[in-house]
């Protein structure tokens, strides 16, 4: 079964920078992987992807900011935020997807989350 962790959350003032990573467990297949983000009162929102060969896609919110690499030897994803802004704030999580076609950012396709990890810009 596949088991995702996210850690690397954290309270941080705009214009500042956070490294999330995600630890996956139990993948014997080529994933995509995402992040998505959900604010209160709000919907998840994927803000950025990447498939097996390394293919990104970002959400226009967070283009230029955000960074979502991974490390195959070490089953980690990360997701490098920059510039971070109060709108920035939200509950962060790293999903899985297979079969992995293309990067997607629709959380539908994604069968494994994790918890997430909380981020929160104060301005």
């Known amino acids: 079964q596949v088991q995702l962790v996210e850690s690397g959350g954290g309270s941080v003032q705009a214009g500042g920078s956070l490294r999330l990573s995600c630890t996956a467990s139990g993948m014997t297949r080529s994933y995509c992987m995402g992040w998505f983000r959900q604010a209160p009162g709000k919907e998840r929102e994927g803000v950025a992807s990447?498939?097996?060969?390394?293919?990104?896609i970002y959400a226009d919110s967070v283009k230029g900011r955000f960074t979502i690499s991974k490390d195959n030897a070490k089953n980690t994803l990360t997701l490098q935020i920059d510039s971070l802004k109060p709108e920035d704030t939200g509950r962060y999580s790293c999903?899985?997807?297979?079969?992995?076609?293309?990067?997607?950012?629709?959380?539908?396709?994604?069968?494994?989350w994790g918890q997430g990890t909380q981020v929160t810009v104060s301005s």
């Open positions: 990447i498939d097996t060969y390394g293919g990104t």
């Open positions: 999903a899985a997807n297979w079969p992995c076609v293309v990067p997607t950012l629709v959380a539908q396709r994604y069968a494994y």
